[in-house]
């Protein structure tokens, strides 16, 4: 299937709230209501209890409790709550996905997102930013699982989502990867250009210009897959793309030794799923 018809398929694309639709927007202008914002979340008693219950988890070390969307607000500040409350609109979206853990999926992109939130300090790259595309980096594979499903099902028993192999063996049957497809939904969903720019290069994030966010990205990916697949700290040494770390700067060491585990990295984010 064509990347075109794959997003005419109605099954296709997430189902999100309007508000997060609105909040996709307000990186593209100035004029932001922030009361209007809080009004329109209030209502939403589903994306309201989860952005109380991400704000008040260990992962903000908040120093009194959250009570109401603008206890939020004015604690974590508006560019925050945004990035959680797309993120988990974003996490919403399917409700089940045929031949696909869903769980596990949104664990592991979680895992990406905190990965990619703290490295990305390290690098100066706009750390919410590089959380919320850590977090829909793969989104294209629940499109495309959704949107055709049974030449993905067959897909799925040659390769796994997180096979190192997936992405060759995407673009070899359709002619992209779920990296294009995630890239395009940030195109059609108006995300900032550099949202899809960050999706579509974060496989060969040395190719062409280099792009930090990209890089940020692509360890992150590397990093949260590995934890997934449980490598042993030999096989992560061995596996490290040194090749990024030094594009951005850094010694693979800051990935390796320096990171916080997973399991504090991230602690509080599945809040986020519901």
């Known amino acids: 299937m064509q990347l075109e018809a794959l997003f005419k398929q109605p099954q296709a694309l997430p189902a999100v709230p309007k508000i997060v639709h609105e909040l996709i927007d307000s990186f593209n202008s100035d004029d932001v209501s922030i009361d209007e914002i809080a009004k329109k979340l209030a209502a939403d008693p589903v994306l309201s209890a989860r952005l109380l219950r991400l ?54 992109s979680l895992h990406t997102a905190a990965v990619a939130g703290w490295l990305a300090k390290k690098v100066s790259v706009n750390s919410d930013q590089a959380f919320t595309v850590g977090l829909m980096h793969g989104i294209g594979q629940l499109v495309m699982h959704a949107g055709m499903p049974d030449q993905m099902l067959h897909l799925d028993k040659l390769a796994s989502p997180m096979d190192p192999r997936r992405i060759d063996m995407e673009i070899s049957s359709f002619g992209y990867s779920f990296a294009n497809v995630g890239a395009e939904l940030a195109r059609q969903w108006r995300f900032p250009l550099t949202f899809g720019d960050a999706i579509s290069k974060f496989p060969e994030p040395l190719v062409g210009n280099f792009d930090p966010a990209a890089g940020v990205l692509h360890l992150a990916v590397w990093r949260a897959r590995a934890e997934h697949n449980q490598l042993s700290p030999q096989e992560l040494a061995g596996t490290v793309p040194a090749d990024v770390c030094k594009k951005l700067g850094i010694s693979p060491d800051l990935l390796l030794k320096d990171m916080p585990p997973m399991s504090e990295l991230a602690e509080g984010l599945e809040a986020m799923l519901g």
């Open 55 to 108: 704000a008040n988890s260990a992962y903000y070390h908040v120093s009194r409790s959250v009570g109401t969307v603008n206890d939020a607000l004015s604690m974590l500040g508006f560019v925050t709550v945004r990035t959680l409350v797309i993120s988990s609109g974003l996490t919403g979206g399917y409700k089940s996905m045929p031949g696909l853990d869903l769980s596990q999926f949104w664990r592991y």
